[in-house]
């Protein structure tokens, strides 16, 4: 997959998972266009931080299956955090946003030929 198609995704997943969220734990960066920036960021935060630069063997850790579980978790307790404010409502949009549209970038890339790394190296 290329960058463009990560972001996309990215987007897709931001506004989705911003429109399926909880009411009551909405601010300001549940808005389609907040949320659909915050996506195509974190969807193409991977190949920012393993960037392939003609190296077919980027994906190392922040590529990898343990990663992945890891965000995955991560998101899981951001969706159960019940935010006492707006700041604490802002931080919860942006990690579960953000963590879904990460996410979506690892599952993508696992669907490839090159697949994901069980642990991969820092």
């Not at 972001?7 to 897709?12: E, K, M, P, R, S």
């Not at 931080?91 to 579960?96: A, E, I, M, N, Q």
């Not at 490839?112 to 790394?117: A, F």
């Amino acid at each position: 997959m290329n960058g463009p198609t990560h972001q996309l995704i990215g987007v897709a997943i931001g506004i989705a998972s911003a429109a399926r969220d909880d009411e009551q734990k909405y601010n300001h960066l549940h808005h389609p266009l907040a949320a659909g920036a915050i996506g195509a960021f974190f969807g193409k935060l991977p190949d920012v931080l393993e960037p392939a630069l003609r190296n077919p063997h980027h994906r190392q850790f922040f590529h990898s299956f343990a990663f992945l579980g890891m965000v995955g978790r991560g998101v899981y307790r951001v969706s159960q955090w019940e935010p006492r404010d707006e700041l604490e409502k802002w931080l919860r949009g942006l990690l579960l946003i953000g963590g879904l549209a990460y996410m979506s970038h690892l599952v993508v890339d696992a669907f490839t030929s090159r697949s994901l790394p069980l642990v991969g190296r820092l």
